[in-house]
């Protein structure tokens, strides 16, 4: 199998386990899971078996000791087949990622032992896509911490064994914390079910905490330096990933609406849809933004683990670039295959669904644009 994303002889192997899981599983089961809005349990119960959940574990600890890089490979490869299945591993290796720089031993065992699956708690309603700016509260107890929060759209609630979740200090100065919370904690809620438009297998559901005890332990780095962990280790995780999970569904878009226009066509004259040269030029311009995302992306993971200058600029243009080109190539998608692009069978409309969410998920395309805005200009980002 071709090797694209430069991964080593390790991580080729994960790949290759990954891309047969999404042929075997995943892409079977994709369009039951967008259309009964149902968590892929079956295909997240296949890659635990096969060990890809703790594919970017420390060796230490009984993981594979992989990266950014081959995370960002998978995600990819799964949305080709589902998008929602990519977004709930996306996030899973974002959480483990803070495990790995800052939990103990026993919490980054649960993942490479116990096959837990983790996910990040940011999201809230009162600072909404602001996620740095968590309102959730945390106290000091005698054995740990007391949380109380209203967290809103948690990719994997109720479904997630550890969030790795967000609040205010809970005694010292600073924007935020973080701590790893199990799922099963007294004191957690899931107020409503996720009915979304897209991505409508991912959970993708509020959380409540009232009074929620969690052990002194579970402190992922120091009280108050909560936004060194999500510039420092979410931030490249999540953007790179989310840019991984944008290509895959703008490849799955235009693998179906290939499929379409080169098997469908009229009867009158016996010609295909792809005979139009205005559909192949359309065509032609889906694969080209599709390259140019995934030659910046590959530039970008350069970026980040040669340690370049211009690397924390990369991880800002990462999510935008992948989301806004998104939008542009599954608007082809849904032209070309016409009225049959309605249609469920056709497979475009799920990914034209699915590919939304990225530019209105935190931080919103609007908002890095006037990061990177700030960043060339040489201000202050935040």
Request: net charge positive.
């Amino acid at each position: 199998m071709a090797n694209p994303w430069k991964l080593d002889a390790a991580g080729q192997e994960w790949f290759n386990k990954a891309d047969k899981i999404a042929r075997d599983v995943i892409g079977p089961m994709a369009a039951d899971t967008d259309e009964k809005g149902v968590f892929p349990r079956k295909a997240i119960d296949a890659m635990k078996k096969d060990g890809l959940l703790a594919l970017v574990s420390d060796k230490k600890v009984g993981g594979h000791g992989q990266g950014l890089r081959a995370g960002a490979a998978l995600c990819e490869r799964y949305a080709r087949e589902c998008p929602s299945t990519a977004m709930i591993m996306k996030m899973h290796h974002c959480g483990t990622a803070v495990l790995e720089s800052f939990g103990n031993d026993a919490l980054r065992k649960q993942v490479t032992k116990d096959g837990a699956l983790t996910t990040l708690a940011f999201s809230e309603y009162a600072s909404r896509s602001h996620f740095w700016l968590p309102q959730s509260t945390a106290a000091k107890t005698p054995k740990g911490f007391k949380l109380n929060a209203a967290k809103q759209l948690i990719t994997s609630a109720g479904e997630a064994d550890i969030y790795v979740w967000s609040s205010k200090p809970a005694a010292a100065e600073g924007l935020s914390s973080i701590f790893a919370v199990p799922s099963k904690s007294a004191g957690l809620k899931i107020p409503k079910p996720y009915i979304g438009m897209g991505l409508r297998g991912n959970a993708s559901a509020p959380i409540t905490a009232e009074n929620v005890e969690i052990a002194a332990d579970h402190l992922l780095g120091e009280d108050g330096k909560g936004f060194d962990v999500m510039m420092g280790v979410v931030m490249p995780w999540f953007s790179l990933q989310n840019c991984a999970v944008s290509i895959g569904c703008m490849e799955g878009a235009l693998e179906r609406a290939i499929k379409h226009v080169t098997a469908t066509g009229y009867a009158y004259d016996k010609s295909k849809i792809s005979d139009l040269p205005q559909v192949r030029q359309h065509v032609a311009k889906m694969r080209c933004k599709i390259d140019m995302v995934r030659g910046f992306l590959l530039d970008a993971l350069d970026a980040i683990e040669g340690k370049r200058e211009d690397a924390m600029l990369r991880v800002l243009e990462a999510k935008v670039i992948g989301a806004e080109t998104s939008l542009e190539v599954h608007d082809l998608a849904m032209r070309i295959c016409g009225g049959a692009a309605y249609r469920k069978e056709v497979g475009v409309e799920r990914f034209f669904r699915d590919s939304r969410a990225a530019t209105v998920m935190a931080p919103v395309s609007d908002a890095l644009y006037e990061f990177i805005g700030k960043a060339v200009c040489g201000m202050p980002v935040f």
